[in-house]
């Protein structure tokens, strides 16, 4: 079955720094990678999701690439505020309707 | 309006118990899905059902009972609790056809 590795597992900035998470994934099969964010006391929310027909996506501040060949991808936060902490998963599935795989979680600490 | 809406939040019993965590979403989704997180904030797939019919069961003990009243429900029984099965269980749904989770805000169990 598919295994995610993230790293790393935690990460402290400065604000205003970059951030980058990186991720692998074992399953050449894979083509959907998500990534969430869980804040203190609350569920994993969506912050920003590829596919695997596009190599690198852009929402703002976030922005998430894609390596099929190697069998990895990536989350980069620029200019990082306080609000960005929290801990960051990375997931993979090989189809819709089968479960996400999470990666162990990347504690991010932005300080000011 | 709660989207994925878990109850209780908080579960305090003690070891040999039977207990239940209900969920129910809003969002008009086909899938339904339990996710159980340890102390190490590492997320597992447990149980996932698509219009009421269980479509993954992972390595669980038999212990741990899903049903699905309807496609808007997904509740979770654990019988004989364990010590080990202290974790927070994060129930989430997605449309079908779509690996896009939207998660609850998570029952942390306690067993002592």
């Known amino acids: 079955g598919e295994n995610v590795e993230q790293h790393p597992s935690t990460l402290s900035v400065q604000e205003g720094d970059s951030a980058v998470i990186k991720c692998t994934y074992s399953?050449?099969?894979?083509?959907?990678f998500p990534w969430y964010k869980q804040e203190l006391g609350k569920g994993p929310q969506l912050i920003i999701d590829i596919r695997s027909n596009v190599g690198e996506k852009k929402d703002q501040r976030i922005a998430v690439t894609l390596n099929k060949t190697a069998k990895h991808f990536s989350l980069h936060i620029t200019e990082t505020q306080p609000e960005d902490s929290a801990v960051y998963f990375c997931a993979a599935s090989n189809q819709a309707g089968t479960a996400l795989i999470f990666g162990k979680g990347t504690t991010l600490s932005v300080s000011s | 309006d709660t989207a994925v809406s878990q109850t209780p939040k908080y579960l305090v019993t003690q070891m040999g118990n039977d207990k239940s965590i209900k969920c129910e979403q809003n969002?008009?989704?086909?899938?339904m899905y339990w996710y159980k997180q340890d102390s190490k904030k590492f997320l597992k797939i447990m149980f996932s059902y698509n219009n009421k019919e269980l479509i993954i069961n992972e390595t669980v003990p038999n212990r741990f009972s899903p049903k699905s009243p309807d496609k808007a429900h997904l509740n979770l029984h654990i019988n004989s609790l364990e010590l080990g099965d202290s974790a927070v269980y994060f129930c989430a749904s997605s449309p079908s056809g779509a690996n896009v989770l939207t998660f609850g805000a998570g029952s942390r169990l306690t067993v002592l």
């Open positions: 399953d050449s099969a894979s083509n959907y």
């Open positions: 969002l008009g989704h086909d899938t």
